[in-house]
């Protein structure tokens, strides 16, 4: 799995979901943990109810001319979840993942990564094979994470580390409003 992982407090979060659904032609599927059937809605740009849905589960798969398949599903047949269906992500698509970022209240404020990637070999639903990522879904995460990188900036967390961070978490991680555990 391709991945860039950045830390972001919510509303920053949500910003720079809101630049890359304006940015780029990518449909945004709020992801849903535990779905009644097999099927999921997704939206065609960055509207509130997206918003209201990231805040419950701050999950979202990016679509686009990438995307050769649609979405598979899964049933769950045991556990406390049986019955229920999830959104296969190694079948169909191919799809950009996205874990959004946001901050754990329990104990100190602390920022929890998010992060944006692809699955290397995705099985096709026709041929039943794995297929590389292709050309358009590493160039579709590229754009993506360039796009996050105008919200984020280069902080050193220790003296031989360095992540991504958002300009205000920035602000709140030299306050000490915020931190981050690594």
Known sequence: M?????????DEALAIVRDVAEKHALKLTPEIPQLPEPRIKTYERFVPEVAEKLAKFPMLL????????????????AGTAAGTYYVNTMRGGPVLIW?????????????????????????????????????????????????????VLKVAITRNQKVWVGKKSKELLEEKQVFIDV
């Open 99 to 151: 874990a959004l970022p946001g901050v754990n209240t329990t104990g100190r404020p602390t920022l929890a990564p998010g992060s944006i990637s692809y699955i290397e070999h995705v099985f096709d639903p026709v041929t039943g094979k794995p297929a590389p990522a292709s050309a358009s879904l590493k160039e579709a995460f590229k754009k993506v994470v360039a796009t996050i990188k105008q919200h």
């Open 62 to 77: 990016l679509s686009g001319d990438f995307t050769t398949h649609p979405l598979e599903f899964r049933r769950r047949e």
């Open 2 to 10: 391709h991945e860039f992982r950045y830390y972001a407090v919510w």
